[in-house]
């Protein structure tokens, strides 16, 4: 009985949430206790389907809460808003009834959250829409049906030597990091030209360190006026990298997090307190650059990165079982110096399959993210060695906090 009442509450909270929203609206002829009829509506053809055994009586509920509507905005004079959002909206409030019925009151929950947000932020989202430019939005598309369409047809079998080439598993890998980039991608366009220091660091970051890296050193050189900022955004943009690890690692190999955790957070403490006093006030008082970059989730971009990682997933494998732990460690600082995310996705993956303990994949990855760090402190001092003395402190700070974890866990 508790149980029952207790989905009867989630529907009714569905309801007022989504009604609440289109309240709001003076050309909705729904509102706050119409969609709560509703999404109890729903729950209650549900139930009573269920105690009748009758198939029918959901459909025609749905069938009724659409027609009614519709016939609402029809009796009005032909008017600027034809209501369809709100007959659709009303339709899906329905539905989460019916689905909070079923006992899957969370999932409901979460979706009538969703569909609020997506009701309250209209401006916001179509204001973004027209700002993506086309090949933005066929950039989106390309990742849609890389997700949708390509990976479900792929084989999910490993062929090649080592038995470490797995189609599926590698376009996985593709969209994952292109999924993450392109979230940063989105955020930045929305964030709009220009940035405070703190969060054009973190995008730039996690779209691409060492592009963040490489502008505030040209811009540097050009500008001494911009050293000061780019002694900020600089270390905070490499500081983010070892979150994006983190949070690769708790996707792919979760069993390996605790132990990678004390590495990335020694890591992570000791570049902040070197990064904590060039970011005193300046992010009140100065605007940032955003770093150009281009979107990730392009089919192309994502066709190279696949082909990298199963190049250096091969190649793991290979000098693994060639050399031991040492062959990967050669691999994880050669290929870092390019990029950390297809050795850290093959330390990873080799874990996953017990074919590599925790100890040397926790290696692998910070022995590519320190090759990958001394590599942008060469790019530094190629181009303003000026900026690149200001970041000895932080860069060292990153790298000795990572060995201190390292040795720690060793150790313990």
Same mark, same amino acid.
């Given at each position: ?33 119409? #969609?709560?009829? @509703?999404?109890? !509506? ?45 007959? @659709? ?17 969370? %999932? ?10 997506? &009701? ?8 973004? *829409? ?8 066929? *950039?989106?598309?390309? #990742? ?14 490993? !062929? ?17 990091? *292109? ?37 505030? =050193? ?11 900022? =780019? ?11 070892? $979150?994006?690890? =983190?949070?690769?690692?708790? +996707? ?11 590495? %990335?957070? #020694? /890591? ?5 307190? !070197? ?17 150009? *970059?281009?979107?990730? $989730?392009? &089919?192309?971009?994502? +066709?190279? !990165?696949?082909?990298?990682?199963? &190049? ?19 691999? /994880?600082?050669?290929?870092? &110096? ?23 994949? +926790? ?13 942008? #402190? ?35």
């Amino acid at each position: 009985m508790n149980e029952v009442w207790l989905r009867f509450a989630a529907s009714l909270g569905i309801g007022l949430l989504i009604g609440l929203e289109r309240e709001r609206n003076p050309a909705a002829k729904a509102g706050v206790r119409t #969609f709560a009829l @509703v999404a109890l !509506f729903g729950t209650l053809a549900v139930i009573v389907g269920e105690e009748t055994q009758s198939a029918w009586i959901v459909p025609v509920g749905l069938a009724a809460v659409g027609a009614m509507l519709i016939a609402a905005y029809a009796r009005e004079p032909a008017q600027e808003d034809p209501g369809t959002t709100t007959v @659709v909206a009303a339709v899906v409030c329905y539905l989460l009834g019916a689905l909070a019925a079923l006992g899957d009151t969370a %999932l409901a929950g979460a979706l009538g959250i969703g569909v609020a947000a997506l &009701l309250y932020f209209k401006p916001e989202i179509e204001g973004f *829409s027209l700002a993506l430019k086309r090949h933005e939005q066929v *950039s989106v598309l390309q #990742f849609l049906v890389a997700t949708l369409i390509v990976l479900p047809i792929l084989p999910n079998q490993t !062929f090649g030597p080592y038995e470490v080439l797995n189609p599926h598993h590698i376009w996985l890998m593709v969209v994952l990091v *292109s999924g993450i980039g392109l979230a940063s991608y989105v955020a930045l366009r929305a964030a709009g030209e220009r940035h405070g220091v703190i969060l054009t660091g973190i995008l730039g970051g996690l779209i691409s360190s060492t592009a963040t890296t490489l502008l505030y =050193a040209r811009r540097s050189r050009e500008s001494p006026g911009m050293e000061r900022l =780019a002694s900020a955004v600089v270390p905070v943009a490499n500081l983010v990298p070892l $979150a994006r690890i =983190a949070l690769i690692a708790a +996707i792919l190999a979760p069993a390996i997090l605790p132990s990678l955790a004390i590495v %990335l957070g #020694f /890591a992570l403490v000791g570049g902040l307190v !070197f990064t904590f006093v060039p970011l005193q006030n300046l992010d009140r008082v100065m605007a940032a650059p955003a770093p150009e *970059s281009r979107n990730p $989730a392009e &089919l192309g971009t994502a +066709i190279k !990165f696949g082909a990298l990682y199963a &190049l250096i997933l091969l190649a793991s494998a290979w000098l693994s079982d060639l050399a031991g732990s040492r062959g990967l460690y050669a691999a /994880a600082a050669a290929s870092g &110096l390019a990029d950390v995310d297809p050795i850290v996705l093959s330390a990873l993956n080799l874990f996953g399959a017990a074919r590599l303990e925790a100890r040397p994949a +926790i290696t692998a990855i910070a022995l590519a993210y320190g090759a990958n760090l001394a590599f942008k #402190f060469g790019v530094l001092l190629w181009f303003d060695r000026r900026l690149a003395r200001r970041m000895v402190g932080p860069f060292l700070a990153m790298l000795g906090g990572g060995a201190a974890g390292w040795l720690y866990l060793a150790t313990s």
